[in-house]
């Protein structure tokens, strides 16, 4: 027990899923196993699964010579995401409800190539789409530039009790710098929120989605590796929020963010045609994996587990080539270098 919170020294946890013995530096820590690799930053909430970023509940923590995780994570992320075959209840998924962001009067974030709102729809149009065509029903929380209320959304949702839900958003920044790709999961019971400094008594309350935590981040797995893979942006990782539409459906689901409409590159990304069917295609093959990791199923998609890998460690996002004409503007070229440079940097945290 530390801090009124039980934990776990991470031996137990190599045991346990019989993965090898953890290699244990001053600072990090290392798990691997053939086809898994957990790697974790002691004292920090950021953990990586097969490459994929996480921000735990709780930060890890070095006490004599164990290192400790917490117990929350162990079966709110580690257990769900290494074996999704194992949710109760969990099975293919036959109907997808696409939550498209804002409309209406709420064009959400802006930049200078757009509106988050158009943006969103126009990327759950393609990914419908791509879904039917593969055998899926798609249901729309909106279809048009209409605004329609979170609450409704959620209500919506909940009238299809074997569906999934996915939310597509973009973000935006204060200073305009930051950027990259963030899948939302809602914050278990008594976890506190990213969106939120201090853990609050609001935390403690039992809403409908925390009834599919192994879902959701198993869900949240497959559409965050998927978008890593597809849209090759920088990873800002599976994050924790009680937003109302992840909050109050009764279905698994998540929060998709595709990046930063105020970041020059982000922005431009976001403009064009080809990204927007790289984040349709991530959404069909999140779905499909996910569907076949909670059914156990193996070699239905290319990546039958959710604990799927995402870019490698050293593949940094090559997005310009094939996104950018050759002639690219002095400008848009000194900004691209810079986010290159700031992949390897904290980036400012914000959102929309
Ligand atoms: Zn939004």
Redesign the pocket.
């Known amino acids: 027990m530390y801090g009124n919170r039980r934990h776990v020294p991470i031996e137990d946890v190599s045991r346990f899923y019989k993965l090898g013995d953890p290699v244990k530096g001053e600072k990090e820590f290392q798990i691997e196993s053939p086809g898994r690799t957990i790697r974790g930053k002691i004292g920090t909430r950021e953990i990586y699964i097969n490459n994929v970023k996480y921000i735990l509940c709780f930060p890890t923590l070095k006490k004599g010579r164990d290192i400790l995780i917490s117990a929350m994570d162990v079966t709110k992320i580690l257990e769900p995401v290494l074996r999704p075959g194992k949710i109760k209840n969990a099975g293919p998924v036959r109907t997808v409800i696409l939550d498209a ?2 409309g209406g009067h709420d064009s ?2 802006t930049g200078r190539r757009g509106m ?1 709102k158009e943006a969103a729809l126009d990327v759950v149009l393609r990914a419908k789409r791509l879904l039917e065509s593969q055998g899926y029903t798609v249901r729309m929380t909106r279809s048009s530039d209409v605004f329609i209320p979170l609450e409704q959304r959620a209500a919506y949702a909940n009238r299809f009790p074997d569906a999934i839900f996915v939310s597509v ?2 973000n935006k920044s204060t200073k305009g710098t930051a950027s990259g790709i963030e899948t939302f999961a809602l914050a278990p019971r008594g976890v506190p929120s990213m969106d939120e400094q201090n853990f609050s008594y609001s935390d403690l309350r039992q809403h409908p989605g925390h009834a599919r935590d192994p879902e959701n981040i198993a869900l949240a797995t497959a559409l965050h590796s998927s978008m890593l893979r597809k849209m090759r942006l920088y990873d800002r990782g599976i994050k924790r929020a009680r937003f109302v539409v992840i909050r109050d459906i009764k279905v698994p689901g998540v929060l998709l963010e595709g990046g930063f409409m105020n970041h020059p590159v982000d922005g431009n990304l976001i403009a064009s045609s080809s990204f927007r069917d790289a984040f349709a295609k991530a959404i069909l093959e999140g779905v499909n994996r996910y569907s076949s990791a909670v059914s156990g199923k193996v070699g239905t998609s290319p990546m039958p587990s959710a604990v799927a890998k995402a870019t490698d460690p050293t593949s940094v996002p090559d997005i310009r080539r094939n996104f950018f004409p050759t002639r690219m503007s002095a400008t848009l070229n000194e900004a691209v270098q810079r986010t290159a440079e700031s992949f390897k940097k904290e980036i400012e945290t914000d959102g ?1």
């Open positions: 962001g804002h959400g974030a988050e958003h973009f929309n």
